[in-house]
Each structure stands twice: as structure tokens, then as C-alpha cells.
């Protein structure tokens, strides 16, 4: 069975500042991971997904991600946060044998202060 | 324009009022989903289909049925509604399976009296 643990609920950073927001999964098969944003009031949009390629993952407005097996982890990381970043944050996890069912992490909400 | 589209966006209703909210996609999508949205539980998948008239259960299909007669059209239906219904939903499509990109619909928030 495929689960999906964000490590933190609320994640508040200044603005100019890294952002880390961690996520752990567990996958009896090669899974495909995703990041997923959610703005308020807003549906979820496509930040970035791994699908067994290039393990350091790149999606929109300069986030990234790195799926390390070992540690099964999918960890989103951005250099320099931006007022507009200000969200709530999805990682998300599919496996083919799951009959495509997907599983979501709990949310990590992340607050960009001035 | 490409996109998902629910109806209706609010609705408050009573306990048992059977109710339809409906999700239609325009991009010839094979794959259709229904999730709820709780806080601190993120989404949860209530039901999918791989294509017309296949469907399968997710994670929390109790309390609710669909229907896939049409490739462009996934209704929720919720036969006799109660409170613990009470949420947000969002229907996505994508391409082929769970493992594409998901296009998610702007959501619908139920409140079950």
C-alpha cells in the first residue's frame, strides 16, 4: 500500500530566504511523486512529478525536488521564497499496480513573511 | 480554453436531499477522479474511471456513487447526504492514468445541515 507523510503542517520562512517543505512516501513499486499547489481559494496546480528520469526534478516558479530512494523521501526545495509562494503545498504519490489510485499527504502550508 | 468545470461551486443542503455535483473536462481526457479536501487530511480519492463506463473505488467511497456514460462527464452523486459529507471536492482528469499530470477542477464546497 502507497502512503504519504508531509513532515510539517505549517512551514513559516521570510522572504529572500530558502524553502524546504519535506515529504516522506512509502511505495511497494516504483512510484511516480508529485508536487502539487494549492492557493487559496484556488484548485491544485502542477508544481512538478517524477516518473523514474533524472532524480532531481524541476517544475514552475524555481521549485525543485529530489527523489532519493534510499531515504524514500521527495523533499521540495526553492532557493529564494517569493511573497506569491504563500500556499498550501501537496506531495502526492501514484503506483501503476494501485490501479492508478493516488495518495495525498496531509498539506504543508507555507507562510512567506516580509 | 482547456479545463475542468464543477457545478455548482456552494451548496448547502439537508441531511438525505440527494444531490448530483457534476465535472465535465474538455480535453478528450481517458481518466477521471473525485476527491474530497479536509483539513489536515489533504485530498483523499473518492472515486476514479479509466475510461466510459469503468469505475473504481479510491480510498473513502462510501456515501457516494458516479457515473462514467460519457467521456467528457463524471457526476458525484450523493444519494442520502449527512453531515460528515460536508467538505470540499475537486474532480480532475488527465490523459491516461493516475501517474499523468492531473487537471483539477476549481472545486465544489459542500455543506450538509
Known amino acids: 500500500a502507497q502512503s504519504v507523510t508531509q513532515l510539517d503542517s505549517h512551514v513559516s520562512v521570510s522572504e529572500g530566504t530558502p524553502v524546504l517543505l519535506r515529504c516522506n512516501y512509502s511505495s511497494s513499486y516504483s512510484p511516480s511523486l508529485f508536487w502539487y499547489v494549492q492557493h487559496p481559494n484556488k484548485g491544485l496546480q502542477l508544481l512538478l512529478k517524477y516518473t523514474s528520469a533524472a532524480t532531481l526534478v524541476k517544475g514552475i516558479n524555481g521549485f525543485e525536488a529530489e527523489f532519493k530512494k534510499s531515504e524514500t523521501s521527495f523533499h521540495l526545495t526553492k532557493p529564494s521564497a517569493h511573497m506569491s509562494d504563500a500556499a498550501e503545498y501537496f506531495c502526492?504519490?501514484?503506483?501503476?499496480?494501485?490501479?492508478?489510485?493516488?495518495?495525498f499527504g496531509g498539506g504543508t502550508r507555507l507562510m512567506v513573511k516580509p | 480554453e482547456a479545463q475542468v468545470t464543477q457545478n455548482p461551486r456552494y451548496l448547502i443542503t439537508v441531511t438525505g436531499k440527494k444531490l448530483t455535483v457534476t465535472c465535465s473536462q474538455n480535453m478528450n481526457h481517458e481518466y477521471m477522479s473525485w476527491y474530497r479536501q479536509d483539513p489536515g487530511l489533504g485530498l483523499r480519492q473518492i472515486y476514479y474511471?479509466?475510461?466510459?463506463?469503468?469505475?473504481d473505488k479510491g480510498d473513502v467511497p462510501e456515501g457516494y456513487k458516479v457515473s462514467r456514460k460519457e467521456k467528457r462527464n463524471f457526476p458525484l452523486i450523493l444519494e442520502s447526504p449527512s453531515p460528515n459529507q460536508t467538505s470540499l471536492y475537486f474532480c480532475a482528469s488527465s490523459p491516461q492514468s493516475g501517474g499523468d499530470t492531473q487537471y483539477f477542477g476549481p472545486g465544489t464546497r459542500l455543506t450538509v445541515l
Open positions: 502526492v504519490v501514484s503506483e501503476s499496480n494501485a490501479g492508478n489510485m493516488l495518495t
Open positions: 474511471s479509466m475510461n466510459v463506463e469503468v469505475t
